[in-house]
């Protein structure tokens, strides 16, 4: 399959450096690439949708179809299904009522059964279609209320400000092991995740009795539709150990040998496909033009990341808040711990050659909990615009923390760390109201607030907030920060390869 980047500068629509930009914005910011393009304004959704759809070989579902989507149909596919799949049912289309699903990725057929059990339609009645992950996660939140994580929500202010330009990256030189601690250490497992595994990997394509190239997969027609061929669905039980009959197979080339997509492919009534290829306007689903909300509207209802300092909403909730230390309700779930070193140089050096950004906060957690005993909680900030938005968190005790968002305009610890490229800390009695909220979001109504910036080639995208004792010595945490940024100036360098 055709890279996305790749596709979007053959076809003018971007050029190579506004790719490159937006691959490094998306190993600190995370999302997928379309998502980070459009926030750095390089594109807008539809085009995205478009070249996605192309890129799957799937119709693409645009603005003015999720607009005349049928609230009916929605209501028949559960909560639970739409959340698990990212998929949101749209339309019927054409006289056999077809039902278009719309999905951030190519849905496998065990779970288009699973959609076609829910909406009481037969398997070869859905048509799967493409969409922005930006968009999807909207339509989740306002179709079946699945709250959107802050990552995928506008900071405050007039726009998220341009990635720095790292036209250079240096990558500090690992610190030197005696020859018995390299002994001893192995280079740690770096397995790709499963879960984007999942995600990214289509399935072999369908076999078609046509030529190739006589109908591109991404189009439908608008007109009768006199014959169709659907491609055979074939999902055996597996051996004993496989993945259930609801999940894709994670990993392995044979693995999806007999999994082929649900492929509609359709005869005008004259029979010439050709003709259907050339016409421009069947690039996505034929719906009509009409009844867009404006961009005026759109404004009105937008929603905007919510920071500790918009919690509270009156001085004693506020003192009710700093009390009882809690913020949020909505625990943002934790990632499995992996654990990496014997001791903090070895897990260091682990962080340091990491291959993904969410291995390299997973293991910096894991090095906070286990080299920093007097660092109580600790969260990794990712700074986006006018916020700095919660990553990966640990507090000593197994709770989970709230989802947590810190305003960079209020003052406090985490602004002047970033702009001074320094670590800052406070005693309790000592802090700002806004760095109050902030150790209060992080359990503790005692000890220190400290913030550790992660440096990427001198300039900081993310901090570590961390609640510590008073006087609580924080050379392991700043040596862990220093690891990060080594490595995310190794992944930003390799993403402009």
Not at 242 to 258: H, I, S
Not at 424 to 453: C, F, H, M, N, Y
Request: with cysteine.
């Amino acid at each position: 399959m055709a890279r996305l980047g790749e596709l979007l500068v053959a076809a003018g629509l971007l050029t190579v450096t506004q790719v490159e930009q937006a691959l490094r914005a998306q190993v600190v910011w995370g999302g997928r690439l379309g998502t980070n393009l459009i926030e750095l304004h390089y594109l807008e959704l539809d085009p995205l949708s478009r070249m996605l759809g192309q890129q799957h070989r799937l119709p693409a579902a645009l603005a003015r179809h999720f607009e005349k989507a049928d609230p009916e149909l929605q209501r028949r596919l559960s909560p639970e299904v739409a959340e698990r799949f990212s998929c949101v049912p749209l339309l019927r289309m054409g006289p056999e009522r077809h039902v278009v699903i719309a999905s951030l990725a190519q849905l496998p057929p065990r779970h288009l059964a699973i959609i076609a059990d829910e909406l009481a339609v037969d398997i070869t009645r859905l048509v799967p279609a493409i969409a922005a992950e930006l968009r999807i996660r909207y339509q989740l939140e306002r179709v079946y209320h699945i709250r959107r994580a802050a990552r995928y929500l506008r900071a405050r202010g007039k726009t998220i400000p341009p990635f720095p330009d790292f036209q250079v990256l240096p990558l500090p030189r690992e610190p030197e092991l005696d020859p018995a601690a390299a002994a001893r250490l192995a280079p740690p497992a770096l397995p790709i995740s499963t879960q984007e595994m999942a995600v990214f990997r289509p399935p072999p394509e369908p076999s078609i009795p046509w030529e190739p190239s006589a109908v591109p997969a991404s189009v439908l027609p608008t007109g009768d539709v006199t014959e169709r061929s659907v491609a055979p669905l074939h999902a055996p039980p597996g051996p004993p150990g496989a993945p259930a009959p609801d999940e894709p197979p994670l990993d392995g080339d044979d693995t999806y040998d007999d999994l082929v997509p649900v492929a509609v492919i359709a005869r005008t009534a004259t029979g010439e496909l050709d003709d259907l290829a050339r016409h421009d306007t069947l690039d996505d689903l034929a719906i009509p033009v009409e009844s867009i909300e404006d961009e005026v509207t759109a404004r009105q209802r937008r929603k905007y990341v919510r920071t500790i300092a918009d919690a509270p909403s009156s001085d004693s909730e506020r003192q009710t808040l700093l009390g009882r230390i809690a913020i949020r309700k909505a625990a943002v779930a934790e990632a499995p711990r992996i654990m990496a070193g014997a001791t903090l140089g070895e897990a260091t050096r682990a962080i340091r050659r990491s291959t993904d950004r969410d291995r390299v906060a997973d293991l910096v957690i894991d090095a906070l909990d286990r080299f920093a005993p007097t660092c109580e909680a600790a969260i990794m900030l990712v700074v986006r615009g006018a916020a700095a938005i919660g990553w990966r968190s640990f507090q000593r005790g197994g709770n989970a923390l709230g989802e947590i968002a810190v305003p960079m305009e209020d003052g406090g610890l985490v602004p002047r760390a970033i702009e001074q490229n320094t670590t800052l800390r406070k005693p309790r009695g000592e802090l700002d109201p806004i760095d109050q909220l902030l150790l209060a979001s992080l359990g503790r109504s005692t000890g220190e607030l400290a913030v550790v910036p992660i440096s990427i080639a001198h300039k900081v995208m993310c901090v570590i907030a961390m609640a510590t004792t008073d006087h609580a010595p924080l050379a392991g945490a700043e040596a862990i920060a220093e690891a990060a940024g080594a490595a995310f100036a190794r992944l930003i360098r390799d993403a402009s390869r």
